[in-house]
C-alpha cells in the first residue's frame, strides 16, 4: 500500500486499513514500513525534500521580537520575509502591544497569504 500510495503517511494507511476490517494502529504500521527499509523492500521516496522543491515559491517566514532601546523603551517588531528571495513582504513596528492590538490583527491578512 506504501509503494502504491508513497504520500501516505502511517496513520493514513491505518485508517485506510481500517475501512476493510483491518484493525492496525499507525504506530504498528509504522514499524512494519521501517522493517521493510531496512530490508531493501522500500526505498525511502524523499517526500519532504519534494514538497520544500514544490512549494519554495510560496514559503513565507513570520518573526516576532522585541526590541529595547537606549532610552528604555521596548518596542515590538513582527516581520515576514519570503524566503526565496529573502525580502521583506510586511513588518509592524509598535510601542505598546494592548493598545495596537488590531493594528498586528490587520498585519497578517489570510487573502495576502493567499495572494503571495
Known amino acids: 500500500m506504501k509503494k502504491d500510495n508513497y504520500l501516505w503517511g502511517c496513520k493514513k494507511i491505518a485508517n485506510e486499513l481500517k475501512k476493510i476490517i483491518i484493525d ?6 509504522n514499524k512494519i514500513i521501517g522493517t521493510f527499509r531496512k530490508q531493501g523492500l522500500l526505498q ?10 514544490m512549494h519554495w515559491d510560496s514559503f513565507i517566514a ?5 526590541i529595547d532601546t537606549l532610552f528604555g523603551k521596548r518596542l515590538y517588531l513582527l516581520i515576514m520575509l519570503e524566503l526565496k528571495s529573502r525580502r521583506i513582504v510586511k513588518w509592524n513596528l509598535t510601542e505598546s502591544l494592548g493598545e495596537n492590538l488590531s493594528i498586528w490583527r490587520k498585519t497578517i491578512p489570510v ?4 495572494n503571495l
Not at 44 to 53: E, M, V
Open 24 to 29: 492496525i494502529h499507525y504506530t504498528t504500521v
Open 44 to 53: 525511502p521516496n524523499g517526500s519532504w525534500k519534494k514538497f520544500l522543491k
Open 62 to 66: 513570520m518573526d516576532f521580537m522585541t
Open 111 to 114: 487573502s495576502m497569504l493567499r
